[in-house]
């Protein structure tokens, strides 16, 4: 199982940057894929992810509005979009997934897979 992430970089708050992760090894259309991050000295914490269908979408409320996940399954990748980034969405960005197994899983937790993380940095 792979998760190859690119992407991240500097931009001044209020810019735009794009995420995209490739997952290898999963079975895609029965995969959670999403975003987590981790700033300096702070927890590791859950930033977005997305089911099979565009519609079963999940955000952080720090970042609903701003950011949007998205995936091709066809691809099997996932992306994220952030727009109107903050100072405060200075992290690393994890890419991670985990195999849907029953219509009751969390979104946001436990996930199996990670990939290398990606750095992100904001300037005010």
């Known amino acids: 199982v792979q998760l190859q992430a690119c992407g991240g970089g500097l931009v001044q708050a209020g810019g735009s940057l794009s995420l995209s992760c490739v997952v290898s090894?999963?079975?895609?259309?029965?995969?959670?894929a999403g975003w987590f991050r981790q700033a300096p000295g702070k927890e590791r914490e859950f930033v977005a992810s997305?089911?099979?269908?565009?519609?079963?979408?999940n955000y952080a409320d720090s970042v609903k509005g701003r950011f949007t996940i998205s995936r091709d399954n066809a691809k099997n990748t996932v992306y994220l979009q952030m727009n109107s980034l903050k100072p405060e969405d200075s992290a690393v960005y994890f890419c991670?997934?985990?195999?849907?197994?029953?219509?009751?899983?969390?979104?946001?937790?436990?996930?199996?897979?990670w990939g290398k993380g990606t750095q992100v940095t904001v300037s005010s």
């Open positions: 090894g999963r079975i895609f259309s029965s995969y959670l």
């Open positions: 997305a089911g099979y269908r565009t519609s079963t979408t």
């Open positions: 991670a997934g985990k195999r849907i197994r029953s219509i009751i899983y969390s979104p946001t937790e436990d996930m199996e897979d």
